[in-house]
């Protein structure tokens, strides 16, 4: 592994490593990734050898148990998810994106330290045990669907990858997992549907959770097996469905298993549950509770901030449509009690994507938000969510930065972090 920086008066500083040297082994075994170095390097005495430019050198090291050396790391090569699922977002990207976009992610190491879903499909025996061996947990998995003849027809992986039998393996080791499904109308849901919470759930409690999502669809579908959007109407007719599998399939001590994510709420105008419901699942950020985790640390921080403007300031709030309502009910008021503050409120319509089909907020691009907000009379700014941006937190999906979308609509254009203490920070 090679060292990108090392931390001044660290453990690596002051033994002498330098970024562009490599870690080549903690006692005596091969270090292959970030998680391996981790593991390997938190006990109290390790033999650290590094490959220098000139030599190889080895340091024995005694430190307190979990100590950090201070060094970062060069990434590692992702591993690539080999299935080709009819309802892929990556297939639905229109062509001429930067290459990440149209890249897979099937890596188990990343599902541990971000959250990410994987499918298992691409694992063998070796990486179950070495998941098992490094106790990462919990692990997050994307099941949509467990009878192995629909798998085959939604996954196209062509064979059975033995889903619950890794399920039974992970499970009875130790490692806590996190299912999702993403529903596709006429594909698997109903009894379909029923099958796969009740195979999963046959592992919990290790198998803690298991959320159902809309299948999000964009205009670029040419050339995809056909799947019918998920409607008003179908989402009005599924929430009661869900809730009665939710009722049926609990956990021994009484929380819940079944989860359905704020799309299903928001899509009917429904009232979203409160933090209440979410009980410990912490899915958030796979929004599983977003918005009512939002909402309730919204309001609390803005009591607390008790904020006021010395001086009047305009500004446009925008986001994608898929919460206009919710924001012009519930946050919009929040603000009315802030003296010198006007607020313009712009839903972000998804040209790109496809403006009925991709309404979510992280999904905007900067060519739809400067179209739709050339020409209007902004204030003194624009403000969105930090999601529109890329994970490196500088350009949008189409690759336009905010200092490119402020010149071209007039108005500076930042982006907070979701509080109020960014949020104000930005008007004082």
Excluded at 184 to 209: V, Y
Aim: with cysteine.
């Amino acid at each position: 592994m090679k060292i990108l920086s090392v931390s001044e008066n660290s453990t690596g500083a002051l033994l002498g490593l330098k970024p562009g040297d490599r870690i080549e082994a903690i006692d005596g075994s091969r270090v292959r990734d970030i998680i391996d170095y981790r593991f390997k390097s938190s006990d109290e005495n390790i033999v650290l050898r590094v490959r220098h430019k000139d030599r190889i050198e080895e340091y024995d090291i005694d430190k307190d148990y979990d100590d950090d050396l201070g060094l970062e790391f060069d990434d590692f090569r992702i591993r690539k998810c080999a299935n080709d699922c009819i309802f892929c977002f990556v297939d639905q990207n229109p062509p001429g994106m930067r290459d990440a976009l149209y890249f897979r992610d099937g890596d188990f190491r990343l599902s541990f330290l971000h959250g990410h879903y994987i499918t298992m499909t691409n694992m063998g025996w070796k990486e179950l045990k070495r998941i098992v061996d490094q106790r990462l947990t919990p692990l997050y998995i994307s099941v949509h669907v467990t009878q192995p003849d629909k798998r085959l027809e939604m996954f196209l992986y062509g064979k059975d990858d033995h889903l619950l039998r890794k399920f039974e393996y992970l499970t009875e080791n130790g490692i806590n997992l996190h299912s999702q499904v993403v529903l596709c109308p006429d594909w698997n849901d109903g009894s379909f549907l029923e099958k796969t919470i009740s195979d999963i759930h046959q592992f919990s409690p290790m198998a803690r959770t298991l959320s159902i999502v809309p299948v999000g669809l964009t205009k670029h579908r040419e050339g995809l097996p056909f799947i019918a959007p998920v409607t008003v109407e179908y989402a009005e007719k599924f929430i009661p469905f869900a809730q009665s599998l939710d009722e049926k399939y609990r956990l021994k001590d009484g929380r819940r298993f079944v989860f359905l994510s704020d799309e299903w709420f928001l899509v009917t105008g429904q009232d979203l549950p409160g933090v209440g419901y979410y009980e410990d699942s912490d899915l958030a950020e796979n929004g599983v509770g977003q918005v009512p985790f939002f909402w309730e640390q919204w309001q609390a921080g803005l009591a607390d901030l008790d904020p006021q403007l010395a001086e009047p300031k305009t500004v446009t709030v925008c986001t994608g449509t898929l919460v206009e309502n919710w924001f012009r009910s519930h946050w919009l008021s929040s603000l009315d009690s802030v003296d010198n503050l006007n607020i313009n409120y712009i839903p972000i319509h998804n040209d790109f994507y496809g403006k009925d089909e991709v309404t979510v907020s992280g999904l905007l691009v900067g060519q739809d938000i400067v179209s739709q907000l050339t020409g209007k009379d902004l204030g003194d700014m624009v403000i969105f969510s930090d999601r529109i941006l890329s994970e490196t937190g500088t350009v949008t999906l189409d690759d336009m930065s905010l200092k490119q979308i402020s010149s071209a609509i007039g108005t500076p254009v930042v982006v907070t972090d979701d509080t109020p203490v960014s949020f104000f920070k930005h008007l004082n």
